[in-house]
């Protein structure tokens, strides 16, 4: 029998809800009926699994030899082995682009058929501002004995008082949108503008020492009326692991830090109307499901799942390593950061940079498998990539476009074309429309865009090109949408 098949066929187990997780109950034994002569003994062994609060009554028959033997087997999803593991989840997901959309859809589909409904994320900015003070040092000197005394003897009038030279510099200056669930949204802009600090600041991550202004909102809350960090997740360019541990540890570390969130509660919620309604979910779905909503496991399938997605299988048992012991390689360094928090339960994403040190063929991979969770189910994601190619960029439905600290577009990726060119400007034929746009709003490179011949070319300072954005007819929709406060459930 192929192991496979016999897996997905025949796993089960049975959940009970103590302490707000949801965990098993306990060991449930493998049922063999392959003897005629222990029949009975079988058939009350196998009733009484059904009887378990969450058992879904699932028998699938197979023709043993010929004899028309009807083969249970009942296998306790928390003691599924490390071959177990990975032969299911290759068996769900062969082809990462196809099985992985198919297996998102059918999930869903079980979900909508017992009239549940996932959480989704709305995140508005109003008028967001971040400043930094600085200290005016007025050009920093080698450290000789008399620039370390004086630091001495400036860190001590400070002390007693005496204030300090500062500037205050804005990072982020007033800007404003929304962030919608089931649209992939892209973040553009060239270095310095502020991206990670838009980034950070969206989910809830920056640092104290920064002053914020205006409002950041989670349907409708603010980040004082609940933990932002339960909610999302923020992916760091910055690849900070512990070497020591091999791919699949770190995974599966980061799994148990962050929890399962609401999926016991979604599936012990499903396995009830399911029972109530006498419907029969697929036995593989039904399988992954329950196993992904086990808390405290040390070793998870959905480690597995997304090693396969990131396609970081092939050195799942390799350590990180560091500078100072040979590991994984960058690349795969950079995976391993977006799998850590692609693994918790979080239903909005901000990553920043994720394909640093990524081909495109893999970025083009990793970011269709993104496009497909946020379609499916309804997530909200944030991906700031630096030099996306076409491909890559019809893959996301929105885009902003920072310069300067400033929200210059935000809105459908289809539009943001039809908005530069009524500014003046026009991306030539074979130009990817990422590298324009990152060009177009810089002083050095907006003049060789500039189509009327009829009239002569000026720089459209940022500033202009933000009120410009104002008067287009995708930014007076979002300034309509944001007038509108949402509504809470």
């Known amino acids: 029998m192929d192991l496979a098949a016999e897996i997905g066929r025949s796993v089960r187990t049975s959940f009970h809800h103590h302490a707000s997780s949801f965990r098993s109950t306990s060991d449930v034994r493998s049922i063999n009926d392959n ?17 378990l609060p969450t058992f879904e009554r699932l028998t699938d028959e197979q023709d043993n030899n010929g004899g028309g033997a009807i083969s249970k087997r009942v296998v306790d999803v928390t003691k599924l082995g490390a071959l177990e593991r990975h032969v299911f989840i290759e068996k769900l997901v062969k082809d990462i682009e196809g099985d992985n959309h198919r297996l998102l859809q059918k999930l869903k589909q079980r979900i909508d058929r017992v009239g549940l409904q996932l959480p989704t994320v ?28 004086k630091s001495i003897l400036c860190a001590i009038t400070q002390i007693t008082g005496c204030k300090r030279q500062a500037y205050k510099l804005e ?27 838009f980034l950070q600041a969206l989910a809830g991550k920056l640092n104290h020492s920064l002053k914020v202004r205006g409002e950041i909102t989670y349907n409708g809350y603010k980040f004082n009326e609940f933990v932002p960090q339960k909610t999302s997740a923020y992916i760091s360019q910055y690849d900070l692991h512990i070497s020591e541990l091999t791919v699949r540890e770190a995974l599966d570390f980061s799994a148990r830090c962050q929890g399962i969130g609401n999926r016991a509660d979604i599936m012990k919620e499903v396995s009830r109307r399911e029972k109530q309604s006498g419907i029969v979910p697929e ?35 390799t350590i990180v390593g560091d500078a100072m012991q040979r590991g994984i390689s960058g690349g795969q360094k950079k995976r391993l950061t977006t799998g850590e928090m692609m693994i918790s339960p979080a239903r909005a994403f901000f990553m920043d940079e994720i394909s640093t ?25 944030l991906v700031s990539l630096l030099q996306p190619t076409p491909e890559t960029f019809a893959l996301f439905d929105d ?90 459930i």
């Open 399 to 488: 885009i902003i476009l920072m310069a300067e600290g400033k929200v210059v577009y935000h809105g459908p990726c289809n539009n943001v074309a039809e908005f530069f060119e009524q500014c003046g400007f026009r991306s030539p034929p074979r130009k990817g429309i990422s590298d324009f746009l990152q060009e177009v709003v810089s002083r050095k490179d907006q003049a060789k865009y500039w189509y009327h011949e009829d009239q002569p070319y000026s720089y459209v300072t940022v500033d202009k090109l933000v009120n410009m954005f104002k008067d287009f007819h995708v930014g007076k929709k979002l300034d309509e949408e944001l007038r509108q406060p949402f509504r809470q």
């Open 35 to 51: 003897n005629t002569n222990n029949d009975d003994e079988t058939e009350l062994q196998w009733a009484a699994i059904q009887r």
């Open 283 to 317: 036995p593989d779905i039904d399988t992954y499901m329950k196993a992904i909503s086990i808390e405290g496991l040390k070793n998870s399938l959905q480690t597995d799942y997304i090693m396969k997605i990131l396609g970081l299988d092939i050195c799942a048992d």
């Open 171 to 197: 990072i982020l200056k007033g800007v404003s949108g929304i962030i919608k669930p089931s649209r992939m949204t892209l973040l553009l802009g060239p270095p310095g503008c502020g991206k990670t600090t």
């Open 357 to 381: 040190g990524l081909d495109s063929s893999t970025t083009f991979q990793i970011v269709t498998c993104l496009q497909q969770l946020t379609h499916v189910t309804d997530s909200t994601i």
């Open 122 to 149: 709305e995140v508005r900015y109003q008028n967001l501002v971040v400043e930094a003070e600085c200290e005016v040092v007025q050009g920093k000197p080698l450290p000789t004995l008399w620039t370390a005394l």
